[in-house]
Nanobody, 114 residues
Framework: VQLQASGGGLVQAGGSLRLSCAAS????????MGWYRQAPGKQRELVAI???????RYADSMKGRFTISRDNAKNTVYLQRNNLKPEDTAVYYC?????????WGQGTQVTVSS
């Protein structure tokens, strides 16, 4: 499974962003996909995951702030964030997993200016 993340960039506080992660390869084996993020000097943390059946789960600190969705026809998962804040600045990583492995994308940088 290969993951290609996109959609990061420099955004002003209060703006919106939608990240995309396209999966390719053995996609039929994927049980779920999700997003993590890693801010400078901090550990990588979970943002949200979504199962193959479309059930979404959010980290408690991310509830109400992010929306994860997926388009099965495009093998793509999205992460939407409105009202961005400087503390959302981080590298956002896409992940996918099956019964054997976890896979990671290359990460996309999101920088929110105040």
């Amino acid at each position: 499974v290969q993951l290609q993340a996109s959609g990061g960039g420099l955004v002003q506080a209060g703006g919106s962003l939608r990240l995309s992660c396209a999966a390719s390869g053995n996609i039929n084996s994927i049980n779920g996909m999700g997003w993590y993020r890693q801010a400078p000097g901090k550990q990588r943390e979970l943002v949200a995951i979504i199962t193959a059946g479309g059930k979404a789960r959010y980290a408690d600190s991310m509830k109400g702030r992010f929306t994860i969705s997926r388009d099965n026809a495009k093998n793509t998962v999205y992460l939407q964030r409105n009202n961005l804040k400087p503390e959302d600045t981080a590298v956002y990583y896409c992940t996918a997993w099956n019964n054997e492995y976890s896979y990671w994308g290359q990460g996309t940088q999101v920088t929110v200016s105040s």
